[in-house]
């Protein structure tokens, strides 16, 4: 499997946020988001091929019970749900973070974790076909998957974030939600609107809106601690 990175921080988004976590970062992506704030694991994917039990050593260094697989896009990885049924065997908390275009269960295997944390990507993150060539197309085709979210909030316990950019992201959030249609157990608390931006100043302009945008729709409101604390760097 190809990695970029492993590393051992504290998680900076979403229901967890605070959590002492070892992140393993996959190498690859099926999306090109134009404002893509990990461009080596998706745009540009560098890393170096690791076995299973490479991995496994690694995160074993780190005295640590949570463990994230993000990238990238780590459920195109392969040898993904091998990774994470050697991590639930060794007693592991695993959230996986995904943009939810590929569902949890292929060809009968699933995928075993504790929670999905699912962003889909909205309109905003089309790429201009001058920046993505052929990939503006296929970012647009695969983006949003009704259909494969729901198989997700079915298989176990989800969060669902979305990355807003402005007020005109809300219609398609609620559109997205109504198509997925209500999935037991799954409440709108449950779904996360988080300012788009890369550092602290964009972040904080931003998160007013977003706070009014949460108390009007019953969303929660997401920030980003990590960039807070460390900036937009790898590691973190
Ligand atoms: S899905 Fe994630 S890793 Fe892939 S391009 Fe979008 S933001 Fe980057």
């Known amino acids: 499997m190809r990695i ?21 970062r996959t190498s690859g992506c099926n999306l090109r988001c134009r404002w893509c704030d990990t461009p080596y694991a998706s745009w540009n994917p560098e890393g170096e091929e690791m076995s299973l039990e490479e991995i496994l050593r690694q995160v074993r260094g780190y005295d640590c019970q949570h463990v994230v697989l993000t990238g990238g896009e ?4 392969a040898g993904i749900r091998e990774l994470a049924a050697a991590l639930r065997a060794e007693g592991k908390h695993i959230t996986i973070e995904t943009a939810a275009t590929i569902p949890p269960d292929v060809d009968g295997m699933g995928v075993v974790f504790d929670l999905g944390s699912l ?7 089309t790429p201009d076909a001058e920046v993505a060539g052929p990939w503006k197309e296929r970012h647009e085709k695969t983006r949003l998957q009704p259909d494969v979210i729901r198989k ?6 989800c969060q669902l974030k979305f990355v807003v950019s402005q007020v005109e992201d809300l219609p398609e959030i609620e559109e997205l939600l109504n198509e997925v249609g209500a999935v037991p157990g799954f409440t709108r608390d449950r779904v996360l609107l988080m300012p788009e931006g890369t550092d602290v100043e964009t972040l904080r302009q931003k998160g007013p809106l977003l706070a009014e945008m949460c108390l009007e729709h019953g969303f929660r409101f997401a920030p980003r601690i990590h960039i807070e604390l460390f900036g937009n760097t790898r590691g973190t």
């Open 119 to 125: 962003s889909p990507k909205l309109a905003n993150s």
């Open 74 to 77: 780590p459920m195109v990885a």
């Open 152 to 157: 997700w909030l079915e298989a176990g316990s």
């Open 4 to 24: 970029s990175e492993i590393f051992h921080s504290i998680q900076g988004e979403g229901l967890l946020l605070g959590v002492p976590s070892v992140f393993i």
